[in-house]
């Protein structure tokens, strides 16, 4: 069983190959979110697929992936890339770029009658872009056995995530329409024009 004390040090071992340039690829390390992700990872069974991000080694072990081959990946150059298909693991280092795969998962799954669900992760500053708030919309109204979970740690590389968004990240404060009536057509003025 991973606990949190098998978590941090699985990490700590990580950062000091990385150190000694063992590891000769970016790897991003997690700390300080183990408690969350074990809680988590408790409605997440052993069939569910898991759509990860750019710093995966915690959900790939809480995945019950074998902490062997999940560090040789990472050894080997693919810590932000890790593909794990027949543990229904991905990870992508695409910002945001896990979601509509995931969210197509999902829908597979429907439509299959399947009973696995899907787990997509993202960190904050993902969950701020289009494609991530088009997804949760679709999968909403589309009723799909999909989880999104934002990682957030206030910041995107070394953006602080409020700084690049301002406050009330990751959901709106305020939705304002408009509704009017159109002057003008989709495109053009509505009118026939003859070019000489």
């Given at each position: 069983m991973v606990t949190k004390e098998f978590l941090i040090q699985f990490e700590e071992e990580i950062s000091e190959l990385f150190t000694a340039g063992k590891i000769k690829a970016p790897v991003h390390l997690s700390d300080g979110n183990e408690d969350q992700l074990l809680e988590i990872f408790k409605s997440?069974?052993?069939?569910?697929?898991?759509?990860?991000?750019?710093r995966s080694h915690y959900h790939a072990?809480?995945?019950?992936?074998?902490?062997?081959?999940?560090?040789?990946?990472?050894?080997?150059?693919?810590?932000?890339?890790?593909?794990?298909?027949?543990?229904?693991?991905?990870?992508s280092a695409i910002v945001g770029g896990n979601t509509p795969i995931a969210l197509g998962v999902a829908m597979g799954l429907k439509r299959d009658g399947a009973s696995q669900r899907v787990w997509a992760f993202v960190g904050d500053m993902a969950a701020e872009g289009g494609v991530f708030h088009e997804c949760i919309k679709y999968?909403?109204?589309?009723?799909?056995?999909?989880?999104?979970?934002?990682?957030?740690?206030?910041?995107?590389?070394?953006?602080?995530?409020?700084?690049?968004?301002?406050?009330?990240t990751a959901q709106a404060k305020v939705i304002r329409y408009e509704?009017?009536?159109?002057?003008?057509?989709?495109?053009?003025?509505?009118?026939?024009?003859?070019f000489s």
């Open positions: 997440v069974k052993s069939d569910d697929w898991i759509f990860s991000t750019h072990l809480l995945h019950g992936i074998d902490p062997a081959r999940v560090k040789a990946e990472i050894v080997g150059g693919n810590s932000i890339t890790m593909c794990f298909p027949e543990h229904h693991f991905f990870s999968a909403g109204k589309n009723d799909l056995p999909i989880t999104f979970v934002i990682e957030d740690n206030g910041i995107s590389t070394n953006t602080p995530t409020k700084k690049a968004w301002g406050e009330g509704h009017k009536k159109e002057k003008y057509p989709h495109y053009g003025s509505g009118k026939w024009v003859t």
